[in-house]
């Protein structure tokens, strides 16, 4: 069981490119999330599908578009990158919505 | 608005003694309280869990205690050990409310705990 992967691990882009990060789970979850970590903010939810065919705003949803491809697969798009969007990016997955998230290792995306 | 709050930022203590690491929280209708430990360069790993039903919840090393009259929570860790250096977050959601349960789990800031050996 690799639990929750996503790829990629690194990212540099410029402002205003696009970019999907991508992020899978074979723990056979039915709820998917997309959260970004800030220096001294924790961990704020971008996006959150809580079951397949479903997605829904978290907190800071703004720039962001999610998809939610199949049961195991559930990505992240920046349309129009922006400096304010670095950060690093986990994506986590629960058997339902309100059970314990288990998270992946993260992507570290830096907008020049 | 910070609904979770981990006022300590850092925290160190030698190797054998107890970790004390506390969180308190705003928001009456969380029901359930988890605590992750983050490595550096690694996702946050689930380490402990307590629904508000309860007060005290142990795993090993690990304790987790909620005051609800207090809004505040705290996780013990006896003894510490040097592998126990790493950032802990406290996370909390509102399991059990219906529709406007979203699984949403609200996190605090995280606290930095060095354990010398």
């Known amino acids: 069981n690799a639990g929750v992967t996503q790829t990629p691990k690194f990212q540099v882009l410029k402002t205003g490119q696009s970019m999907t990060l991508q992020c899978a789970q074979d723990m056979n979850h039915n709820s998917m999330y997309w959260y970004r970590q800030d220096p001294g903010m924790g961990l704020r939810l971008i996006y959150y599908?809580?079951?397949?065919?479903?997605?829904d705003k978290g907190e800071v949803p703004n720039g962001y578009n999610v998809s939610r491809l199949n049961k195991r697969e559930f990505s992240l798009r920046l349309e129009s990158a922006a400096p304010s969007q670095t950060s690093v990016y986990f994506c986590?997955?629960?058997?339902?919505?309100?059970?314990?998230?288990?998270f992946g290792p993260g992507t570290r995306l830096t907008v020049l | 608005d910070q609904q979770v709050k981990q006022n300590s930022p850092s925290l160190s203590v030698q190797e054998g003694r107890i970790s004390i690491l506390n969180c308190d929280y705003t928001?009456?209708?969380?029901?359930?309280f988890l605590w992750y430990k983050k490595y550096p360069a690694e996702g946050p790993t689930f380490l402990i869990s307590?629904?508000?039903?309860?007060d005290k919840n142990e795993d090993g090393r690990f304790t987790v205690f909620l005051n609800k009259s207090a809004k505040h929570l705290s996780l013990h860790i006896v003894p510490s050990q040097p592998g126990d250096s790493a950032v802990y977050f406290c996370?909390?959601?509102?399991?059990?409310?219906?529709?406007?349960?979203?699984?949403?789990?609200?996190f605090g800031q995280g606290t930095t705990l060095q354990v010398k050996p």
């Open positions: 307590i629904s508000s039903i309860k």
């Open positions: 986590a997955s629960s058997m339902d919505r309100g059970d314990t998230q288990y």
């Open positions: 928001n009456s209708m969380f029901d359930y």
């Open positions: 599908s809580a079951s397949e065919g479903t997605t």
């Open positions: 996370a909390a959601s509102e399991r059990s409310h219906g529709s406007s349960n979203t699984g949403k789990l609200i």
